[in-house]
């Protein structure tokens, strides 16, 4: 019963500090903060890339995912609780995936709401995705 307790009380007190803030997307969000593009292949050669963010796939082209590969990769760049940016093709996938980050594994996240599309529209240039 106190080991059921115990982390019962772990799981709450890791999702009491984590947090995630839904932002739209702007440039100035981003300044100082490692930025996760979350897009497909395809998607990140169409549009380019924020300058110097990490590309992760976490849905494929078939909306198929891999929970495990994608944490080995995110956490190979960001710490637990250092607070960065998730963005997609305008911020569907990354609600679902920052909240999922925050809420289940304490994950400090931005999601960047209308993603690429937004930025691209107010003027931000893109730089090209190289493999």
């Given at each position: 019963?106190?080991?059921?307790?115990?982390?019962?009380?772990?799981?709450?007190?890791?999702?009491?500090?984590?947090?995630?803030?839904?932002?739209?997307?702007?440039?100035?969000?981003?300044?100082?903060?490692?930025?996760?593009?979350?897009?497909?292949?395809?998607?990140?050669?169409?549009?380019?890339?924020?300058?110097?963010?990490?590309?992760?796939?976490?849905?494929?082209?078939?909306?198929?995912?891999?929970?495990?590969?994608?944490?080995?990769?995110?956490?190979?760049?960001?710490?637990?609780?250092?607070?960065?940016?998730?963005?997609?093709?305008?911020?569907?996938?990354?609600?679902?995936?920052?909240?999922?980050?925050?809420?289940?594994?304490?994950?400090?996240?931005i999601n960047?709401?209308?993603?690429?599309?937004?930025?691209?529209?107010?003027?931000?240039?893109?730089?090209?995705?190289?493999?």
């Open positions: 019963m106190l080991k059921k307790f115990m982390i019962s009380l772990l799981i709450l007190s890791t999702s009491l500090f984590a947090s995630v803030k839904h932002i739209d997307a702007n440039e100035a969000i981003m300044k100082g903060k490692k930025v996760i593009d979350i897009r497909t292949e395809p998607e990140w050669r169409q549009t380019g890339i924020v300058k110097g963010s990490y590309t992760i796939m976490f849905f494929d082209e078939k909306g198929q995912y891999d929970i495990d590969a994608f944490l080995n990769a995110l956490n190979k760049i960001v710490k637990k609780k250092e607070e960065f940016v998730l963005i997609c093709r305008t911020g569907s996938r990354t609600t679902m995936v920052s909240q999922f980050l925050s809420d289940k594994l304490g994950y400090d996240v960047l709401k209308g993603g690429i599309l937004q930025l691209i529209s107010q003027g931000y240039k893109t730089s090209p995705y190289k493999k």
